[in-house]
């Protein structure tokens, strides 16, 4: 018997459910998968990949190749999050001292 899982991902064209045809692992961090919608009036048929991109909690077997940082479960991926302020203050005071 074969059991349907409801994946994460939507169609991007139409926002019907998604099939996964097959995956593959390409990397310890990276999952390829190709997915087929469901919506038989689209047929749309696409690769989406997963990545791990940090680590909440490391495990009890830590791979020492991997080289993720750790950080908060909702943190910005990457450099995804606001840039840091302007350090105006260093000019403010050369325009009073100077």
Known sequence: MTVKRRLFFSCP???SAVSCRTS???THT????????E???????FVAQ???????????????ALHLPT???REPAN?????????????????VSG
């Open 13 to 15: 064209e139409c926002g």
């Open 71 to 73: 950080g908060k479960w």
């Open 24 to 26: 593959e692992q390409i």
């Open 39 to 45: 919506n038989d009036d689209c047929g749309c048929a």
């Open 30 to 37: 990276i999952r390829e998968a190709r997915l087929l919608c």
């Open 79 to 95: 450099d995804d999050g606001p840039p840091p302020p302007a350090n105006d203050d260093r000019i403010a005071a050369d325009l």
């Open 50 to 64: 997963i990545i791990a991109v940090r680590f909440v909690v490391r495990g009890m077997k830590p791979n020492p």
